[in-house]
């Protein structure tokens, strides 16, 4: 079965689908359990029976694959909601977080927040930074382009500083010393 996007849920009412994504929030109650599941284009409430199948050992973040039919619900997400007809977990997260990316605010220190970047960048707040920056970037890029400008991909890992006083970054690059720089070049026709 081909998965579908949450965005795309809206077309596939009391149709049978196949989503996956990541397990944003687990609220477990005596008779069924909500899960929200997000992937890359939102977030849509999922409902578990909880005689059918239990899910009581998974942890947020979770990677998984849910087959269910679409209902219409008035939840505060969507007005729609997948009825779970089968639970699989592609990857699971063994340990718990060390952010919690599901709430409002990130309330973390800066050096929690860039030593877990790849946990961090999934939160809302933070995502929409590089949203809002990506933005930008394809207008210059397609600025430049209806200008007559060519995009090039200059390397990136250089023997030398930069001229300028740019930042660069300095590693080791086999048993030589190396710099990452940060450069985007364009050229005129």
Known sequence: MKRIMVEELNSYVNQKIKIQ????????????????????TGLVQCVIDNKLMDISSIKLESVVSILGEVK????????????????????????????????EELEIS??????????????????????????????FRE??????????????????????GTEIFEMKYFENKAYLTQSLSFINK
Do not use: C, Y
């Open 143 to 164: 600025f430049l382009i209806n200008e007559g400008f060519t995009e090039t991909f200059t390397p990136k890992i250089v023997a030398e500083g930069a001229e300028g």
């Open 110 to 139: 800066l050096d929690t927040m860039l030593n877990n970047r790849i946990l961090s960048l999934r939160h809302k707040q933070i995502n929409s930074i590089f949203k809002i920056q990506n933005l930008i970037v394809q207008g």
């Open 72 to 103: 219409e619900s008035n939840n505060a997400l969507n007005p729609f909601e997948v009825l779970v007809e089968n639970f699989q977990i592609l990857n699971e997260a063994i340990e718990e977080l060390p952010i919690e990316i599901n709430k």
């Open 21 to 40: 994504g990541w397990i944003h929030r687990i609220r477990k109650l005596k008779a069924i359990t909500f899960v929200i599941l997000r992937d890359r």
